[in-house]
Nanobody, 119 residues
Framework: QVQLVESGGGLVQAGGSLRLSCAAS????????MGWYRQAPGKERELVAT???????NYADSVKGRFTISRDNAKNTMYLQMDSLKPEDTAVYYC?????????????WGRGTQVTVSS
């Protein structure tokens, strides 16, 4: 059973930075892709950034140029560096991992970490 555990959330002032980590219970090299999603109160969960096993990244327009996603296969950990944070970045941030077995997708989610940006 794959377990993903997020950490690094907290309270920060606007303009500040945080680095989120997503630690996997096993090898992350087996995942076809990983990503960060977030959900603000009263809103749907939305994609923040993704990274494939080959290192290709994708970002939501709202975070481009401010957030950087990366993965360290040796540490079985994915990261999200968040700079120039804005109050609208306040949300619970979730880690997700995708694995395809015989073309069938399997999705794994962490429990989330709270990020609060004060103005």
């Amino acid at each position: 059973q794959v377990q993903l555990v997020e950490s690094g959330g907290g309270l920060v002032q606007a303009g500040g930075s945080l680095r989120l980590s997503c630690a996997a219970s096993g090898s992350i090299s087996s995942f076809n892709a990983m990503g960060w999603y977030r959900q603000a109160p009263g809103k749907e969960r939305e994609l923040v950034a993704t990274i494939t096993s080959g290192g290709t990244t994708n970002y939501a327009d709202s975070v481009k140029g401010r957030f950087t996603i990366s993965r360290d296969n040796a540490k079985n950990t994915m990261y999200l560096q968040m700079d120039s944070l804005k109050p609208e970045d306040t949300a619970v941030y979730y880690c997700k991992a995708d694995r395809y077995i015989l073309t069938l997708p399997y999705y794994f989610w962490g429990r989330g970490t709270q990020v609060t940006v004060s103005s």
